[in-house]
């Protein structure tokens, strides 16, 4: 078993920056990639940003690049976010596959986090 537990959403302005951390525990070594995805009311779950075990080969989704920043420390996620707009404001989960992906497909990570609100006023 896999245990995420995610920090550092909160309230900020529109221009503003936030890093959302997930702590990784449990079985880490079957963790093959991780990843950060987002869910905003009344719109499906979506992929944000993801990134191998080893910190390597980072990927983000297009409409991010430029403002978002993911990087992983020992067993710790991060998500730098810069240049917060309204249209991020969500609630954001980290998630870890042990089925060997890395990518944006929701269905191949296996384990998740509860989730951190992320605000961001206008």
């Known amino acids: 078993q896999v245990q995420l537990v995610e920090s550092g959403g909160g309230l900020v302005q529109a221009g503003g920056s936030l890093r959302l951390s997930c702590a990784a525990s449990?079985?880490?070594?079957?963790?093959?990639?991780m990843g950060w995805f987002r869910q905003a009311p009344g719109k499906e779950r979506e992929f944000v940003a993801s990134?191998?075990?080893?910190?390597?080969s980072p990927y983000y989704a297009d409409s991010l690049k430029g403002r978002f920043t993911i990087s992983k420390d020992k067993n710790t996620m991060y998500l730098q976010m810069n240049n917060l707009t309204p249209e991020d404001t969500a609630v954001y989960s980290c998630?870890?596959?042990?089925?060997?992906?890395?990518?944006?497909?929701?269905?191949?990570?296996?384990?998740w986090g509860q989730g951190t609100q992320v605000t961001v006023s206008s």
């Open positions: 449990g079985r880490t070594f079957t963790i093959y990639g």
């Open positions: 998630a870890a596959s042990t089925l060997g992906s890395q990518g944006s497909v929701a269905e191949f990570y296996d384990y």
């Open positions: 990134i191998n075990w080893s910190g390597d």
